[in-house]
């Protein structure tokens, strides 16, 4: 069982920053495509971003483009969302999570098979 564990959650002012980072628990791992979904008070969990593992080709929500990158080391099996900009709306629980299998399909959470236990992220204006 692949285990995630997520860090960099926190609270911050409009305008900042923060850095999200998901390891996997085993080393020798090698997904097809890690994300990143979070979920609002009160909404469904959304897409924010992927990545593919082999290539590193990355995939946004229309709404993150431009301010949040995500990027992965795969030395360390580890995957960063990096937030710029922020504002009170991507308050949320930030969920971190790996698909073994091919798929194209990266905003669907159906195709991802382990999921993080989140990490609060809280925008103040």
């Known amino acids: 069982q692949v285990q995630l564990v997520e860090s960099g959650g926190g609270s911050v002012q409009a305008g900042g920053s923060l850095r999200l980072s998901c390891a996997t628990s085993?080393?020798?791992?090698?997904?097809?495509?890690m994300g990143w979904f979070r979920q609002a008070p009160g909404k469904e969990r959304e897409f924010v971003a992927s990545?593919?593992?082999?290539?590193?080709?990355?995939y946004y929500a229309d709404s993150m483009k431009g301010r949040f990158t995500i990027s992965r080391d795969s030395a360390k099996n580890t995957v960063y969302l990096q937030m710029n900009s922020l504002k009170p709306e991507d308050t949320a629980v930030y969920y971190c999570?790996?698909?073994?299998?091919?798929?194209?399909?990266?905003?669907?959470?159906?195709?991802?098979?382990?999921w993080g236990q989140g990490t609060q992220v809280t925008v103040s204006s």
């Open positions: 999570a790996v698909g073994v299998r091919s798929t194209y399909r990266f905003y669907v959470q159906s195709d991802y098979d382990y």
């Open positions: 085993e080393r020798t791992f090698s997904p097809y495509v």
């Open positions: 990545i593919t593992w082999r290539s590193g080709n990355p």
